[in-house]
Structure formats: structure tokens, C-alpha cells
């Protein structure tokens, strides 16, 4: 007879804490809340009087399917949170001042399942057809024309930039609705049980002490369960991630939002741009070994377009990753499990990742250590491979005009990173592996814009006879130009979709 499986060993409900109410906390609770309901018993504690990181606007596609698992309706949760639609991020003055790319979502071209597209143009690059590789994706040319629709069949593929303040609140409202308790006041001590070590409860300021048999890490930067107290250990990781500054700043909107995020480097970092419905949302990221604070603040102060409307937000971070994501009975999410700079706004992906994963792995009894060890491999993995795409737009770089670019361009980088980089100047192959997040068509894109050029390509490109290589690249772009002449203007098509002014108006 096969055993019996084992039951929860507790006679309660399990009792999941989360410490911390930033974007982390909340898109936690939201999720467990909705997901496991009256099988857990959840508490959110948050202080007021510390307050949130205050950044974390731009995000990426699977943002949209996160929302969907949660029942949110995309409309609502756009004025809610004040959000615009992305396409993309143009990157301005990575390889060469004065030269401008774009890593877009979706596809470029038609691949081969043998070999990926830009086979195919490189080909086509050697027989005279000098267009760009741009041409041939419809998000990177709707982006750069500031246009956007919803296409059907999911032909569009976009993310949101949003007011992420705006968006924990919403959260918050969700997970309370679904059961959770949210409690104010200020964490000032963790309880460690003396034979296990696992976290028994936290302390607060007011007295109260919440116990618990799982607990959320969501503290931001301070990790005050899994490092102050669990010492979980951190990679550090700036010797490939250089900056370790940046300074937040909001304007008011002067002209209708894009669909998409910039990135202007700058001497030593640079700096982002984000459009939202009600203002836009400005900030420099920079090396502090080759800037100091006041100069960087001058320096975004002296390009922002519009009047600022807050006090400028100065934060300071190590990149890098918690060793272990998971220890004990506590699990960091958000900016507790590490940081790795926002340049392709991938944090609060990862947070997606983290409490999807555990949700998938929630305990029944005790903490299983195979969970354990399967959660902090695969959120390690998730992070080394975003890790090393961010290296790739800091080392490939033809910059030499400043100290900081030149320490970029000579690092050593990861072997991983070396073989990807390589591999693609030598074959034109790029391979996407395990899961990866960013896919191929990402990869080409950045290692082109960054001005990595294969030097051959597959062979079956040319299988194609002239004619026929001629028709595939015109029909691809001809219809990629099609398609953005009957899309709306965005800022037009955010106001009549979500637009959050008639939401206040009605
Ligand atoms: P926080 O927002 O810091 O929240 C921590 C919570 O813990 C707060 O509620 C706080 O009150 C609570 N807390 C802490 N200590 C205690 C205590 N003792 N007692 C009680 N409560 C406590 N991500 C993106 O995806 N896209 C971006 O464009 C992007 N841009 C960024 C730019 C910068 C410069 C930085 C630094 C980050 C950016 N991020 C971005 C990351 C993003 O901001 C975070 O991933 C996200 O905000 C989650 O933060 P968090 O909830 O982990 O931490």
C-alpha cells in the first residue's frame, strides 16, 4: 500500500507573515490572499513612519499574466495606477555618445526554427539590403512612432510603466478584501526559536508580537529577517554592476507619453525617463568611485523636462544577490533577495518569479529542505542570467571618453556571459536556456545596439534565392509598416482606454 501523504502537523491554518508593505509586501499578500485563501492565515506588518524604497516604474510583459492570475482587469488596474503602455527602452549614448538603440518586446522578423532571423538579414545585409534590422520589428517601429493598440492574437506584446506606489495600495486593497490582515507599526526585534532557529515571531515597537510558521522577508534593503537575523549571506556582485547611487526625481508631464522607457548614459551611470499618466518619473544611476551626489544631482537636475514636484529620493545600494533566497522558515522577496540595478526593470519581475515560485512550493508540514534547495537554485539561476545581460550593456561598449567607461569595458565578466557574447560574434546564434527571461530577440537586439556584429551566419539563409531572400525581408518590413500606420497615437489611445483623469471626472 503507497503511504499515506502527510497533513499539516499544526492545528491551525498555516500562519504566513509578511514583513514589509513595499511593492514586494503587497504583491505577496495579493497573491497568497487570492490564491490559497482560507488555507492560510496571512498578516502583513508595514510601518508608516520608515515608508517604502519610492522607485520601481518601468516593468516587462509578464507583468500582464501575474495581473491576469490575480483576476485584476487591465483597464482598472492602468488608472489605478496611473499607468502607460511600454514597448520598449531606447538607449541613448551606450556604445558611442550621440547614437541611439532600441531593446523592444516581441519579435523582429520571422524566425527559422533552425536559426533565429537575423540570419536571414545579415544574409541580406550581404546581398545590398541595407535597411535596418529595426524595420523588421512592429513593437520597436509603433514604439519609435509613439503609437500603440491592442492587436488581436496577442500581437501586440507590451508592459506597463507605472506609479508603483499606486500599485502596492491597489494591491493592498485586494489582499485585505481576500483576508488579510494588514498591521501598522515598526518591526524592532525577530524571535528566533532556541532549538530550531526558524524565525517563532516578530516584535513590535508597540509591544505586540506576531508569531507565525512562514515569514516574507519584503523589508527592502535592510533585510532585517534574513540577513540581520538569519544571516543569510549576500554575493556582491559590483565588480561587474559598478553603480551603487541613484537619486529619484518626479516632473510634470510636457508632452503626451511615449510608449517606452529611456536610458541616457551618461560619464559614469545613466539616467531613465518615464513617462506615466500624471507626471513622469526621472532618475540617475551613477558609480559613486567616479561622480559625488552633488554633482549627479546637477547633472539629472540640468535634463529633466518639466517642473519637479518632489524633494529628490537619494538611495544607495550594493548589486548583487542574497546567497540564500530562501533559509529557514523566511524567504526574501523584493529588494531583501538582492538588487541588481534597474536598468532593464527586471526587480519587480523578480518578485513575480519569488512568489509565484513559493506558491508553487508552499509547505504543508514543516519546511521541506528539498523545497528549499529547489527554490534558491531556481531564483539564483533567474538572477545570474539577468545579471549578465545587464554586464552585456555595460561591457560592450565602444565608450572610452570617460574612468568609468573605460573600467566597464576592460572588466573581466562571467565565463557565461564570454561564451554568449563570443558565440554570437563568431555564428550569429544566440540560445536561450532554461527559462530564461530574456529571449533571443532580446540578446540581438542589445548585442547589435552595443555594437556587436557577427561575422558570419547560418548557412541556410542562403538556401533562399536572391528573389526569394527579397520578397521574405520586403514583406516582413511592409508589413510591419502596415501595421503601425493604422495604430493609434498612444497617449490618445491610454486616455480613452484607462485614461485615469475619467476615472475621476465619472
Ligand atoms: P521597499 O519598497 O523598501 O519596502 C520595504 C517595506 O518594509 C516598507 O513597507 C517598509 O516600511 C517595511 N519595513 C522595513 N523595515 C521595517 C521595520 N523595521 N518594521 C516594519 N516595516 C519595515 N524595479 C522595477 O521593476 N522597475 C524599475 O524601473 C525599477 N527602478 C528602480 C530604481 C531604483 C533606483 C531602485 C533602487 C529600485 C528600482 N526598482 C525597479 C526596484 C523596485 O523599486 C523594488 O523592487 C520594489 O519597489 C520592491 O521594493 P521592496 O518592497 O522590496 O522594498
Redesign the pocket.
Known amino acids: 500500500m503507497s503511504p499515506q501523504p502527510q497533513t499539516n502537523d499544526n492545528k491551525h491554518p498555516r500562519r504566513i507573515v509578511v514583513?514589509?508593505?513595499?511593492?514586494?509586501?503587497?504583491?505577496a499578500a495579493a497573491a497568497i490572499a487570492r490564491t490559497m485563501g482560507r488555507a492560510v492565515e496571512l498578516t502583513l506588518?508595514?510601518?508608516?513612519?520608515?515608508?517604502?524604497?519610492?522607485?520601481?516604474?518601468?516593468?516587462?510583459p509578464p507583468l500582464a499574466t501575474y495581473n491576469r492570475l490575480l483576476g485584476i482587469g487591465e483597464a482598472e488596474f492602468m488608472r489605478e495606477t496611473q499607468a502607460t503602455f511600454k514597448l520598449g527602452i531606447m538607449f541613448d549614448d551606450w556604445r558611442v555618445r550621440g547614437e541611439s538603440y532600441f531593446h523592444s518586446f516581441g519579435l523582429t522578423g520571422k524566425d527559422h526554427w533552425s536559426a533565429g532571423f537575423q540570419h536571414f538579414w545579415l544574409h541580406g545585409r550581404s546581398k545590398g539590403h541595407d535597411q535596418s534590422y529595426d524595420e523588421y520589428c512592429l513593437e520597436l517601429i509603433a514604439a519609435r512612432q509613439g503609437k500603440f493598440a491592442h492587436l488581436p492574437d496577442d500581437g501586440m506584446n507590451y508592459a506597463y510603466q507605472l506609479d508603483?506606489a499606486l500599485y502596492?495600495k491597489f494591491l493592498r486593497r485586494m489582499a485585505e478584501a481576500d483576508g488579510a490582515t494588514r498591521i501598522e507599526?515598526?518591526?524592532?526585534g525577530v524571535e528566533l526559536d532556541g532549538e530550531s532557529g526558524d524565525i517563532a515571531a516578530?516584535q513590535?515597537?508597540s509591544g505586540e508580537r506576531i508569531e507565525g510558521d512562514l515569514f516574507l522577508d519584503?523589508?527592502?534593503?535592510?533585510a532585517?529577517l534574513i540577513e540581520q537575523n538569519l544571516h543569510a549571506g549576500y554575493d556582491d556582485w559590483s565588480h561587474y554592476l559598478p553603480c551603487d547611487s541613484?537619486?529619484?526625481i518626479q516632473t510634470e508631464s510636457v508632452r503626451p507619453a511615449v510608449p517606452f522607457?529611456r536610458a541616457m548614459a551618461h560619464d559614469a551611470g545613466w539616467q531613465?525617463r518615464?513617462p506615466l499618466q500624471h507626471r513622469t518619473?526621472n532618475?540617475i544611476?551613477y558609480c559613486s568611485r567616479y561622480l559625488d551626489k552633488e554633482a549627479a544631482l546637477e547633472r539629472l537636475l540640468g535634463n529633466i523636462e518639466g517642473r519637479t514636484l518632489v524633494q529628490p529620493n537619494f538611495?544607495r545600494?550594493t548589486t548583487g544577490a542574497r546567497r540564500k533566497q530562501w533559509h529557514r522558515n523566511c524567504v526574501a522577496?523584493?529588494?531583501?533577495?538582492g538588487?541588481m540595478?534597474?536598468l532593464e526593470?527586471?526587480?519587480?519581475?523578480?518578485?513575480q518569479r519569488a512568489v509565484l515560485r513559493l506558491i508553487r512550493m508552499m509547505p504543508m508540514g514543516r519546511v521541506s529542505e528539498r523545497d528549499v534547495a529547489e527554490f534558491n537554485d531556481q531564483q539564483f539561476q533567474d538572477m545570474e542570467q539577468i545579471r549578465d545581460f545587464l554586464i552585456l550593456h555595460y561591457k560592450a561598449t565602444d565608450r572610452r571618453d570617460s574612468a568609468f567607461w573605460r573600467q566597464c569595458a576592460g572588466m573581466a565578466v562571467p565565463d557565461s556571459l564570454v561564451q554568449k557574447i563570443e558565440l554570437f560574434r563568431e555564428t550569429g546564434r544566440v540560445f536561450r536556456r532554461n527559462e530564461e527571461l530574456f529571449a533571443e530577440n532580446s540578446w540581438v537586439q542589445v548585442m547589435m545596439g552595443q555594437g556587436i556584429m557577427p561575422r558570419t551566419y547560418h548557412p541556410i539563409a542562403e538556401k533562399l534565392r536572391d528573389d526569394e531572400l527579397a520578397r521574405l525581408l520586403a514583406t516582413v518590413r511592409e508589413r510591419v509598416a502596415h501595421t503601425v500606420k493604422t495604430l493609434p497615437d498612444h497617449a490618445a489611445y491610454v486616455s480613452s482606454y484607462c485614461g485615469a483623469a475619467r476615472a475621476e471626472a465619472a
Do not use: K
Not at 519610492?54 to 516587462?60: K, L
Not at 507599526?185 to 524592532?188: L, T
Open positions: 514583513a514589509g508593505g513595499g511593492t514586494a509586501g503587497w504583491m506588518v508595514e510601518s508608516d513612519a520608515i515608508g517604502t524604497v519610492g522607485v520601481g516604474e518601468s516593468t516587462i508603483s502596492a507599526g515598526r518591526i524592532s516578530l513590535l515597537d519584503c523589508t527592502g534593503f535592510r532585517l541613484a537619486i529619484a522607457t531613465w518615464i518619473g532618475g544611476v538611495i545600494f522577496i523584493g529588494l531583501s533577495g538588487f540595478e534597474p526593470s527586471t526587480s519587480i519581475h523578480l518578485i
